[in-house]
């Protein structure tokens, strides 16, 4: 810690959100150690079924009725926190598929092998295996199988599930599994044209189509999503200031409502949704002139917005001064929305909008670019040491401000509210963006390994919104250094 100006507080919870996502294992054992952890069953509001099956694994597949048996032991790995398969078909795989025939007993057998307090939950059937403490100690959850489908399993230890520990068991037909499957969503980070250069002004013609498509929201999780384009965000469009533009837009023959785009960019009522409110199948155009430079958001404005926004339907257009912004090394396009589902965060199969949470801003899921994982699991920005990066950061919201904050950097320059024409603000922790609206930060990176993109509200972390930023390239100790604690088998980035 060599930033003499952090103040404790800001340590303590940046500490706090790595220890969600990425472990600090140290703190967490030495906190909970205690001299001998008892191996106890379960405590649990589950049917009290006694195991009876031998400690060894049934296949599902036999439609065996009587029994499955798993052991699963927690490790440090991935992401951060794992369960590891042990013995049989799981053996060795991290947060294994579990199966079983419906109606069976399931009998798991959780075993401490990293040190850590951890638990197994499997909230659908109400069973739960107690704390285990100490490496080496055990405890079993023993639920009945009773209905079809696609579950979650995880640790319920706070923070943990979204530190890595979580899994699927699947009950009865592997269709059902197969079923759930939609189509990844995500915008890639990386997805954006390059700059425009020092052109004169120009007719552009930019092209939109509005898809609903029933896309991955978690693992296991999926989501009737409105998009333009298929993905969340939109395209990202880079018009010169002075530019006429012409939006096309085009509303896909196989949805199933009207759709429609207001364009912050636009000087004109409703920014061009008087223009391009579309029935299924049909397609209009409309031209506006790019008078202010900036970075805006784009959204769907066919009422009742906020279902439209919070569904997908919301992107950004940067409208490039005179001559250009500075050159940097790296840009990266990243929006936040928040998603409103009928069943609680973490269920597993399609899942149902919920208009009364919307109207309640009770949003079960906040995400960056669509879906959770994003830019964690599936899409982290990369870049190099020494390099000067920016991102072009938007909330679609369409409820929540974002207190836009990358753990372990400052920003150096801030394009506040996504004013391009104003001084950019220097020396950042982080900056608000509100719904609707803009940021573009720069920084350059000086130390190589793994920062995290967040909402300083945290809680939402645990909803799902954080973003990986990998920093490759020689250690720089004249900026950063120290050795983890020993034991704590945390490797740092
Ligand atoms: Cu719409």
Redesign the pocket.
Known sequence: MHRSSSSFIRLAVTLAAIALVSLAAAACSSAKAEPTQVTKPAATSAPAIQPTAPPHVVSADTGNQAGVTYTLETTIGGAGFAFKGKGGDIDGKLNPDLTAALGATVQVTLADGDGVQHNIAFPDFGAQAADVVTKGASSVAVFKADKEGMFAYFCAIPGHRQAGMEGKLIVGSGAIAQAVQGVSVVREPTDLPGPIGPRGPQNVKLDLE?VEVVGNLADGTTYNY?TYDGRVPGPFFRVRVGDNVEVHMKNNAANK?V??TDLHAVTGPGGGAVFTQLAPGQENSFTFKALNPGLYVYH?A?PMVAN?ISNG?YGMILVEPEGGLPAVDKEFYVMQGEIYTQAEMGKKGPQEFDVKKLLNETPEYFVLNGAVGSLTAQHPLKAKVGDKVRIYYGVGGPNFTSAFHIIGEIFDRVYNLASLTSPAQTDVQTTLVPPGGATAVEFKLEVPGRYILVDHALSRLERGLAGFLFAEGPDNPEVFKGTAPTGSGSGGH
């Open positions: 509005a409105w409502n759709h429609s769907c066919t439209h339907m």
